[in-house]
């Protein structure tokens, strides 16, 4: 079964780093999603991309962050200068064809910034 | 925005025994997916169910779209069961923005 992957699985940076984190979505899939999940708190939605634009964004998604799908298959969130609070595990998720469809979640990229 | 609770916060079982975890929302929906993180923190995909109802093995969901809620059934609870489940839905006025509950913590003993 095609599956979402998420490279690096763990990453180590320090406070005012830049980092980028990548998904390789699922072939085919049009619709592309980060979420964070703070340790021990529920999941938080971050961005939703399509069409090579973001169609949505919450307030934590603020100008730190950015989204892009470089080169047609992965699809990167960059945060420009990290900072404590933004340690967390961050998924990648696609959708296949309607936006209403199953949401797939990579095994997540966790995120600690010292 | 669109509202999530699940209920219990916490459940704890001995191995064998059923339980039922609900999830109510606030608003129409498009999506409602419930997941099970495992304790490597991944989130396993349990069901796509915006209405109606599914069976997989020894699980179950069920959604009443009009009146708000969704039901997990677990039978014959394994030690593998533990982890986190959390509900997750989408609002008729999203755009692929899924809203999570903030999960029950299920522990099953031997």
């Given at each position: ?114 | ?24 929302f606030?608003?129409s929906v498009n999506n409602l ?17 915006p ?38 839905v989408m609002g ?19």
């Amino acid at each position: 079964e095609p599956e979402v992957t998420q490279t690096p699985s763990h990453q180590v940076t320090q406070m005012g780093q830049e980092v980028i984190l990548r998904c390789v979505p699922i072939s085919n899939h049009l619709y592309f999603y980060w979420y964070r999940q703070i340790l021990g708190q529920k999941v938080e939605f971050l961005v939703s991309f399509y069409n090579n634009e973001i169609s949505e964004k919450s307030e934590i998604f603020d100008d730190q962050f950015s989204v892009e799908r470089p080169d047609g298959s992965n699809f990167t969130l960059k945060i420009r200068s990290t900072k404590l609070e933004d340690s967390a595990m961050y998924f990648c998720a696609t959708t296949g064809l309607a936006v209403g469809d199953t949401q797939y979640f990579g095994p997540g990229t966790r995120l600690t910034v010292l | 925005g669109i509202q999530v609770e699940q209920s219990p916060p916490d459940l704890i079982l001995q191995e064998g025994a059923n339980s039922t975890l609900r999830c109510n929302f606030s608003d129409s929906v498009n999506n409602l997916q419930w997941f099970h993180q495992n304790p490597w923190g991944q989130l396993i995909n349990l069901f796509y169910i915006p209405s109606g109802t599914k069976q997989n093995g020894r699980l179950s969901a069920t959604t009443v779209a009009t009146e708000r809620y969704s039901l997990l059934y677990i039978s014959s609870s394994q030690t593998t069961d533990s982890g986190v489940y959390f509900c997750a839905v989408m609002g008729g006025t999203s755009y692929g923005k899924l809203t999570f509950g903030q999960g029950t913590i299920l522990t099953v003993h031997p």
